[in-house]
């Protein structure tokens, strides 16, 4: 009876269905493939429905992957302000934009999906992913510098912009919880600045 | 038959036992109470040994929870060194040690100790007070800041540490991965001065 009425209330025709199976058919594919190894097409086939639909829904395979770790956030909206502008500044606009996100609602969410990431490898090759290609890496591939050095100044930035949120937010270390917004900026911003523009190797020095 | 000779096993006399019956009794204690609300004579008692015994085997309260995480490292042997000299050069010098402790065998132990850190409340309040209480804060203590600055200079720190270790040899970011010591020490080195003897808040700059 129990089993028979979940498998019914899993198949009800209507639009939340159609978007719980494209759902459940995304966490499904990220996991066996990480975000590079999925395609939208691929997880229509498997959810049944039309890729038109999935677009409707998510808009993007990002928004799809961060829908699947519960966390909606508008990605194309939060990235294109960073990459308009250049590199003033920019280091403190990416804080801002980071500590923003993670002071809002989707605080229980984001700490929950860090910790997968840092305990299952699917999960963590996906979010590793998903944050050195989708989010820092279109921001830092704006920037005219050749792809290694890119990548490498987008690791720095990653290893300050990580550290800072499990510290604050996971692992709740006192002194990080303490600061506020406006003083993690004055401190760390700095950092990322010269992660993104400043002189990181020796030849630069 | 199997039952009986691990039990037999786990319970032979001599040396080996005391020591596992300590740990075992330390890794309930810091389980419940956390690193800060457990004392060694409390572990004693229920080891049901002398407390000169938990010295005999680990020296420390700090040394004694490595050991239930599996990691033997001699943290006043590392700390000491860098303690001894001042400021200058120090942001490098903590780096190098701890990207050498990271490279070496205890790397599988420390991946696990920090997923565990990150994933289980309990084992993360530990983590957390041994890192900033005992090795960090044993090296910015000793420099003239008032407590509070201290601190904050420590969570920064920690932040930059914590995100390059976790990115490195956790997540294990290409970018990350692909830079030698060398490079890491070159690019991150200067953030851990700064935050380390640079200005870090409004006032300073």
């Known amino acids: 009876m129990t089993t028979q009425r979940r498998v019914r209330r899993g ?4 639009t939340r269905d159609t978007r719980g199976e494209i759902l459940a058919a995304a966490q499904n594919a990220f996991a066996e493939g990480g975000l590079s190894g999925v395609s939208l097409r691929g997880i229509a086939t498997g959810a049944g429905v039309d890729v038109a639909l999935i677009h409707h829904y998510f808009h993007t395979k990002e928004e799809l992957f961060l829908a699947t770790m519960q966390i909606p956030l508008p ?4 990235v ?6 250049g590199t003033d500044g920019l280091g403190e606009h990416l804080l801002r934009t980071m500590l923003a996100i993670w002071e809002s609602d989707l605080q229980a969410s984001l700490v929950a999906s860090l910790r997968t990431a840092v305990d ?8 590793q992913e998903f944050m050195t290609a989708e989010v820092l890496g279109q921001v830092l591939h704006t920037l005219p ?3 290694t ?29 303490d600061m506020s917004v406006e003083e993690l900026a004055v401190a760390v911003a700095p950092t990322l600045q010269r992660y ?6 020796g030849v630069q020095y």
């Open 11 to 14: 198949r009800r025709p209507g």
């Open 75 to 78: 990605i194309h909206e939060l």
């Open 80 to 85: 294109a302000p960073l990459t308009a502008g």
């Open 120 to 127: 299952e490898p699917a999960t963590t090759r996906s979010m």
């Open 145 to 147: 510098y050749p792809e």
């Open 149 to 177: 050095e890119a990548n490498r100044r987008l690791g720095l930035v990653a290893s300050q912009l990580g550290g800072l949120m499990i510290g604050r937010y996971i692992l709740k270390l006192p002194a990080l919880v």
């Open 196 to 201: 993104i523009d400043g002189p990181v190797d």
